[in-house]
Structures are given as structure tokens and as C-alpha cells.
């Protein structure tokens, strides 16, 4: 069929494979979430942001019921959140944050990533000073003006607001995600994802080569199911 058909193949079984891990990962965040606040998201704010995240990855509804029903049960088995730091090839600093039912296997594999790609996990909180944390609600522009909802959401955390083409992405400290969560919804206005992000404060500029050898590392962390999301310093 020739090597365009192998190519479009190719790229087709990529995209499921992302898609699948994308929502693996949104419905372990929604297992953690009716386990740690109950399975209503009117009384459950991390709950609300995983239903929003899950349908901004196009995540079937059924899938998202499915998956609040069987958290929902006491004998449905948890998920830890663990962190995992480290520095990477050329002093790179990555952070890695997991989701797991099995923390003995998880830290084996993130080490035997680390190891096998030239980096080393190094001790918990040792690389906070490297990132800092924060949340990030993302809303289509529509009608909205920038400059006046960033007033209007100061007084809630709002540390920056930022436009890119038709998405606003308003910016606050980690710990002022539920206040703004909340302002949010109390002005109407519907938050088409919700992150916790940690952003580097100084980055690490490589060459090419070094790229991608930091990038085989990420791509190793990021094809592991109990990998939630993973953050580094390169630029």
C-alpha cells in the first residue's frame, strides 16, 4: 500500500496511543478524587476539575461515569500520589508525578529510567527551589476581554492572565486553586480545563544533541502508565 498508507498508520496508532494514555490518566484523577472527596462533583472541587479535564480530552461521558461509579465502591483499590526528582542528562531537573497502586514497581521503573538515560533520582523535595506551583484555568476567549477579567479576578489569586489565539489562561498560586475554582463558577464562566502545573523558575539552554538525548528520558517517564505528568528545566 505503499509508505504514505505506513506513514498515515503510523501516525493514527500514535494519536490512539496518546489518547489512551491521556485517559488512563484522567481516570486514576478522578478515582483519587471521589476517594478523597466523595463522588459529587457539586461538593467535590477536584472532582469538577477532573470532569472538565476529562471532557476537554474528549473523554466519553460513559467512561467518566464508569469511572466515578467504580471509585465510588470501598473495595475498589486506590491510587497513591507519589513524586519522584531527579536530574536528568546535563543537569537537567525533572520532576515526576505518579499515580500508583503499586509504589514498589513505580520507583523501580522511574530509577531504571533515570539510570538507563544518564540521569539519577535524587531525594524528595530537593528540587522544590527549581519549580514553582501553580494552577491554570484555561476559558474560550468569545467575548470576554482580558484586561477586565483579570481585574475582576485579582482579588481571587489571578496572578497573570494571558491570551493565545481564542483560549484565556488565567494563572494563580497553587494554593488559591479552590478560590478561584470557585469565583470562577459563581461568575458563570465555564472552565474549559484545570491544571496544577509547576513551572522551572531559572531554565537550561542545550544543544540540539543534548535535547534529545534529555528527550528520551522524558518520552521513557512519559510512556509509563503510573506517570501522571512530568516537569523538567530545559528551555
Not at 491521556?22 to 467535590?44: H, L, Y
Not at 508525578?97 to 523535595?125: H, I, L, M, Q, W
Request: aromatic share 8%; with cysteine.
Amino acid at each position: 500500500m505503499g509508505r504514505a498508507f505506513e506513514k498515515r498508520k503510523t501516525q493514527k496508532m500514535a494519536r490512539w496511543s496518546q489518547i489512551s494514555k491521556a485517559f488512563t490518566r484522567i481516570g486514576k484523577e478522578i478515582a483519587m478524587s471521589v476517594k478523597q472527596g466523595g463522588p459529587d462533583p457539586v461538593s467535590n472541587p477536584r472532582l469538577r476539575m477532573a470532569i472538565q479535564n476529562a471532557k476537554a480530552a474528549n473523554m466519553p461521558k460513559e467512561k467518566v461515569e464508569n469511572a466515578i461509579k467504580r471509585a465510588s465502591n470501598k473495595e475498589e483499590k486506590d491510587f497513591d500520589e507519589v513524586v519522584y526528582e531527579g536530574y536528568g542528562p546535563h543537569a537537567i531537573a525533572i520532576v515526576v508525578e505518579c499515580a500508583t497502586d503499586n509504589p514498589t514497581r513505580t520507583v523501580a521503573n522511574v530509577r531504571s529510567y533515570f539510570n538507563k538515560n544518564g540521569g539519577a533520582v535524587g531525594k524528595t523535595g530537593a528540587l522544590d527551589f527549581l519549580f514553582e506551583r501553580q494552577a491554570v484555568f484555561t476559558l474560550q476567549k468569545g467575548n470576554l476581554d482580558p484586561e477586565e477579567l483579570e481585574l475582576e479576578l485579582i482579588d481571587f489569586g489571578a496572578e497573570e492572565v494571558e491570551v493565545e489565539e481564542d483560549e484565556i489562561y488565567i494563572y494563580t498560586a497553587f494554593e488559591n486553586f479552590g478560590v478561584m475554582q470557585k469565583a470562577l463558577e459563581d461568575k458563570g464562566l465555564e472552565v474549559v480545563k484545570a491544571e496544577l502545573q509547576r513551572f522551572p523558575t531559572t531554565t537550561v539552554a542545550l544543544t540540539e544533541e543534548q535535547e534529545e538525548q534529555v528527550n528520551k528520558l522524558l518520552e521513557k517517564l512519559e510512556e509509563d502508565d503510573d506517570v501522571q505528568q512530568v516537569f523538567h528545566n530545559m528551555a
